[in-house]
């Protein structure tokens, strides 16, 4: 059986006026919505790696908050299923700018909770990431 592919990622929000907005990012070629996560590189903690993904695909420093959970799935690769486990944190921006997220997603934006999970119930491609959503919102401080 082949090795589980470890991933670490967050949902990134902000609070302005009661409101909560989530980092959500889109790829064209796919017509798919992600939430920011990535591969755990070797000798690095989920933390470390949640933080180091959001970083690289986002252009943003975080602060992580608690941790939410993880999601099953698996990917197709070279004839194989490999098992993958995604884990979340809940996390805010502390710096950085999202002008300098990666080329591989198109749009990268805070846009309203609602939009967030109406965006990764219908088009996220592999991992049910309305599910983790659904979680975090339920950890979001009432207030600030």
Partial sequence: MP????SSGAIVYTREQGKFSVLV???QKTDSWHLPKGTQEPGEDLPATARREVREETGL?????????KLHS?????GQV???ETH????QPIGGNLIDHDR????????AYDQAQRHLERFSLHEREGEILKMA???LPVEE
């Fill in 74 to 78: 698996v990917i197709h690769r070279d």
């Fill in 61 to 69: 420093e975080i602060a992580l908050g608690p941790y939410l959970g």
């Fill in 3 to 6: 090795k589980v592919h470890i």
């Fill in 88 to 91: 979340y944190f809940l996390a």
């Fill in 137 to 139: 919102f339920d950890k």
């Fill in 25 to 27: 990012m889109h790829r």
């Fill in 104 to 111: 591989e997603h198109d749009t990268v934006a805070f846009v």
């Fill in 82 to 84: 490999i098992p993958k």
